[in-house]
């Protein structure tokens, strides 16, 4: 993944240098002597000055960057770089001479060379536009630093992220089957035929375990269809004191993703605290996709909360939960749990909106 990264930035650096330096080199052939031909003369001096800003570039932006200013050699640096500008302004100065002195277009010399008689001014105006030029690579191979460190840091946290859904995705199947088990458990006590049922539910849910569970994203009509199956699986087991309602509207032709199993410890979590043995308790759990991609979760159920000995299941589900929407929805869900009072009755609610665009 990382030489991946590498690869594609100096591809692209190199392509985008091209791009530069052909422009750069090709605009005295169609910005001098218009309505004249081409001065032969101006591009020779044109591409000399450019050749020379060329060098300077890249001797900064391939060796001097990177083994002296990164290193901390910042002095080192300053004084290469003012023998490296005054060497250069000067070699230019000649070659400005030189081409001049050869008279490439074969006109006549009509006055004298512009600057024979101010070198220092000639020389003086190239060392500042060196400098410049320094300034540039200077500013360009730090931003391409930037730009590439941030890209292995991005490439780095999804990683990251993935390897930490992974796990959290692992750490599910168990603490699922384990409180799923612990109910066919209660039920082979009390009612065995409904034991046999509850295991054939079982192996509907385990099908989904194996396989949707390894995606990111699964459609939300599959969801829809495991969320059944466990419910269908939690009735067994209800007394007839127990009211249980559900409402799963979905579309038809539903095309919505979402993330396999965030619903389903919420879920869990009201079979557990919202069923009593001997008194009279509802479970309400309602699931609606809006056209928009929002999907709308609210489950309410009577509140029994379990004592500190009770060990049925570990607690993790809705940390699990809290952090896979985190990671999965980051400023695109909302989650509230309260608890409500009805006269005497206390009713716990959870609130869970995901925009799934």
């Not at 990683?159 to 409180?179: C, D, G, M, V, Y």
């Not at 009612?191 to 539910?201: F, H, L, R, W, Y």
């Not at 993330?259 to 079979?271: D, G, R």
Request: glycine content about 4%; proline content about 3%.
């Amino acid at each position: 993944m990382k030489s991946k990264t590498k690869f594609n930035y100096y591809f692209d650096n190199v392509f985008i240098h091209l791009s530069v330096w052909i422009i750069i080199f090709g605009l005295p052939l169609f910005l001098t002597d218009r309505g004249q031909g081409i001065s032969w003369s101006h591009f020779s001096r044109s591409a000399s000055v450019m050749l020379a800003f060329m060098i300077v570039f890249y001797i900064n932006y391939l060796y001097l960057i990177d083994r002296l200013l990164y290193k901390q050699k910042t002095k080192e640096f300053i004084i290469i770089n003012l023998l490296l500008i005054i060497g250069m302004a000067s070699l230019m100065y000649f070659a400005h001479d030189f081409i001049m002195s050869l008279n490439l277009d074969g006109r006549p010399m009509r006055r004298r060379r512009r600057y024979s008689s101010l070198p220092y001014v000639f020389i003086g105006r190239n060392l500042l536009s060196l400098a410049l030029v320094v300034g540039l690579s200077v500013a360009i191979k730090m931003s391409a630093r930037w730009a590439m460190v941030e890209s292995e840091r991005k490439e780095l946290e999804k990683a990251k992220t993935e390897a930490e859904l992974k796990n959290l995705k692992s750490q599910i199947n168990p603490h699922f089957l384990l409180n799923t088990l612990n109910n066919i458990y209660a039920l082979i006590e009390f009612n065995p035929p409904k034991a046999q049922t509850a295991v054939e539910e079982l192996s509907k849910l385990l099908r989904h375990l194996l396989y949707d569970n390894n995606e990111t994203f699964v459609p939300l009509m599959s969801e829809v269809e495991f969320i059944k199956n466990y419910i269908e699986l939690m009735r067994i087991r209800l007394s007839k004191n127990i009211t249980l309602t559900t409402t799963l509207e979905i579309s038809p032709n539903s095309a919505t993703q979402i993330a396999p199993l965030i619903y389903i410890s919420l879920i869990e979590n009201a079979f557990k605290h919202g069923v009593s043995g001997n008194k009279n308790s509802f479970i309400d759990i309602q699931l609606k996709e809006n056209p928009n991609g929002i999907v709308e979760f609210i489950c309410k159920n009577s509140y029994f909360p379990k004592s500190d000995t009770d060990k049925s299941g570990s607690g993790i589900g809705l940390n699990q939960v809290k952090r896979r929407l985190e990671l999965l929805y980051p400023d695109r869900h909302t989650w509230n749990q309260k608890i409500e009072q009805n006269n005497d009755e206390s009713i716990f609610v959870s609130h869970l909106t995901i925009n799934t665009k």
